[in-house]
Every structure is written in C-alpha cells, then in structure tokens.
C-alpha cells in the first residue's frame, strides 16, 4: 500500500489543531492550540470567539506540526481537512486555509467527517502500538478490526452510535442511536457551571466524583428519560440518548436542597483563579456538593454504557470503540472495561490525548481516502450537520 505523510487541519469547535500521520498509523506530531482561557469566562463555547481565535492561530499551528514531524510544505502528500460537523465559522477558518494551502502546493486535499476522525483515532493507536510491538512497519494489517464494529462517538457536541461495516469502498456508518437534546460532554459542562465548578466540566468532574458517593442522589430513567412510550413498535429508538433532563433535576436539587451560596461562594473564590483546576477547586467544596457530582456522573456513565452494550448485543457487533471528548472520564471507561468483558467484546479507547478533539484523527481518516483517490472538489463549504454515512 502507498505510504502517504498526511497533514490534518481540524477547527471545528474551540481546538486549532494540526498533525501528521504516516499511512494512517504512524502519529508524527500532534499539535492543539486550546482555546479554554478565551471562553473560560462564558462558561462554554462563544462560536464568534472561536472563530477569531482560529484564524490566529491557524498558521502557526500548522507550522509547528510540519516542524515537530521533521516534514516541509512540500515533503507532505496531502492535506486534509475537517468539513464538519460542527460550528460553520470555526470550521470555515480550517477549510479555507486547507484550501490555499492544498492550491499553493497542488496537493490533494481531503475532507473528513469529524466524527469519522474521531472513531479512527481508536484505529490509528491501535495500529501504532501493534507496530511497536511487531517492531515492524507492515500496512498495519497487525491490528484486524473484526466488523460489525459499534463505535459510541461521545464529546461535548454530540452523543451518537454507528454501527460501522466494512465494505470495498471503505467504511460504511449506520446511525443507530443519538442523544435527542443535550449531548453527554454538554451536560457535564453545564452541570458544572451550574455548580461553579469551572469550565470544561468533564475533567473536573471526572476528578472530583472520586471524593464523593455516587449513591447519594438518585437519579433514575425518569432523568435520562428518552423512552418510547406510546411509540408503535416499528418507530422505536431504543438507542437513543436524553441528557437535558438530569441537568433539570441537579438544578431542582440545588434549589431543594439550599446549596445556591455555597455555589455563588465558590463562584466567586474561583473567579480569583486563572484556569483554575480541580485541586483548585476541591478545597471549596462541601461533602454535599460531592456527592451530588459523583450521582451525576453514575447517572451519565450508566446510561451510556447500558445503551450501548445493548446495541452492541442486538446487533451482534465484534469490536467497540468508544472515543470523543467523554471517552476520557475514567469511570466511563472503567465501566466499559467492565462490563465489556462480561459482554465478550473487546473494547477500545483513544489515549486520553487523542479522546478530545485533535488534527490526528483527521489525517488518519483521510488516508483510506487517499488510497482511494477521493479527493475534495474545489467547491465545497463547511457543513455544520455533516452527516456519517
Ligand atoms: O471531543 P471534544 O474535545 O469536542 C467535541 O467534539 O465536542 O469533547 C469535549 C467535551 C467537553 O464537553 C468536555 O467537558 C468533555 O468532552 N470531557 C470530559 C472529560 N474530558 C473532556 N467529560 C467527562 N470526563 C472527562 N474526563
Ligand atoms: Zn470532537
């Protein structure tokens, strides 16, 4: 198979991220320029923001990437980028600069499904580490993926199944299961900004639940309540995902149980801090606030880890990946570990560098593309709702 130094270009939220991968298995760099500070104080993402910020950081970015893979403009063979989904005047600042790079160059240029990426970053280490352990650089053939493969895509933007197939022109996605409102990294940050934790939620949270009894709230299927109630049997959607809900019934919690000074108390003692972390924050919270994250993210964890074990029982899948922002929270993948095990089906998981979003996954799920010389037509836009098929 052609060997290919692929760059990856990914701005479709608030990372500027650019990498190179060889022949989809190999990482040679990997470079995200966060934008947390910018909308730390917004307690979530301001896509006007993030738009400038890209467009700041976007050359040198790339210019790192190419530099720390020890790779040119020239020495590269393609360029790809992230079409969507994801916020269209973020996404525009890659793709339009991918575009002029790819023109400046007269390199192919690819475009990827972010959500795609996000499932081949799973592939791409998997890939990496059977080479580390073969101790050769075949076609990456070492790591066989047994199909149907059921990949649970979960991040701050989007909750959502695929049962993947692989068919002669590549991978083909069903979507089997997607959150009908709120996605699951969503809850988590607000959640946690309701709580004046900071933000992105996830991480916090994930450290602080360990100090805390995630059996001290209950929060049932009435929270996390998508159901199908009333709905004729042939019209069910028993994979998908509700996470508004739980966020509702912290806040009712909140207001029952007086917690609203200490929260404004925490507030503002954290406002005092640049980027605060979650040793910052422990110190100021309360056993009782403790417990009521650590419910939460039983909640959440249960929940997604039930449904999709499910799935991956009905639809008799052989692998799962479970990848995006959220497959970095330790109990989600204990669980899955687990429970997994007990299922008889091999897990897998991006490291944690490559859970949330990065230019790796990008340049990694262009390769197939490459190979198959599915090349972007001059024309094409960002698409904020790209779909996976
Ligand atoms: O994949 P990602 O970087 O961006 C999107 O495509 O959305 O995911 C970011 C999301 C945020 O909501 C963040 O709070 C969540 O992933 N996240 C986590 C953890 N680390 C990041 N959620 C739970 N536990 C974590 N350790
Ligand atoms: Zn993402």
Request: proline share 5%; net charge neutral; glycine share 8%.
């Amino acid at each position: 198979m052609a060997d290919a130094c692929i760059l990856g270009i990914e701005s479709s939220c608030d990372e500027t991220a650019a990498a190179v991968v060889r022949s989809g298995e190999r990482l040679l760099s990997n470079v995200v320029f966060s934008q947390i500070a910018t909308h730390q104080p917004y307690g979530g993402v301001v896509p006007e923001l993030a738009s400038r910020e890209h467009l700041r950081a976007i050359v040198p970015v790339v210019r790192r990437a190419l530099q720390d893979a020890g790779q040119s403009y020239q020495s590269i063979d393609a360029i790809a980028v992230t079409q969507g989904p994801g916020l269209a005047g973020a996404l525009l600042v890659g793709i339009s600069y991918a575009k002029a790079l790819a023109f400046a160059l007269e390199k192919p240029l690819i475009t990827v499904n972010h959500l795609e990426g996000h499932i081949h970053a799973v592939l791409l280490e998997e890939r990496q580490k059977a080479i580390a352990v073969s101790g050769n650089s075949a076609d990456g053939s070492e790591f066989e993926v047994n199909f149907p493969l059921l990949a649970l895509v979960v991040s701050g933007g989007h909750t959502h199944l695929f049962l993947a197939q692989q068919r002669e022109s590549g991978w083909v996605y069903e979507n089997i299961g997607r959150t009908r409102d709120d996605a699951a990294g969503e809850a988590y940050d607000k959640v946690a900004k309701l709580l004046g934790l900071g933000y992105p939620g996830g991480p916090i949270i994930d450290a602080l639940a360990r100090h805390g009894n995630a059996r001290a709230v209950y929060f049932g299927p009435v929270q996390i309540k998508h159901n199908n109630r009333g709905v004729p049997k042939d019209r069910q959607t028993p994979y998908d995902f509700s996470f508004s809900g739980i966020k509702t019934a912290v806040l009712r919690y909140v207001e029952v149980e007086g917690m609203r000074s200490s929260i404004a108390a925490r507030q503002q003692a954290l406002a005092g801090i640049a980027g605060p972390r979650a040793e910052d924050v422990l110190p100021l919270c309360d056993q009782k606030v403790l417990d009521l994250i650590a419910s939460f993210q039983r909640a959440v964890v249960e929940d997604l880890v039930a449904k999709t074990l499910a799935a991956a029982s009905e639809r008799e899948a052989r692998t799962l990946f479970i990848t995006g922002g959220v497959a970095a929270n330790s109990e989600l993948r204990k669980a899955f570990e687990i429970q997994g095990a007990k299922a008889g089906v091999p897990v897998f998981f991006p490291s944690r560098k490559l859970s949330t979003d990065n230019a790796a996954m990008i340049a990694a799920a262009a390769y197939p593309k490459y190979l198959a010389g599915d090349f972007a037509p001059p024309e094409f836009s960002a698409e904020a709702s790209l779909a996976l098929r």
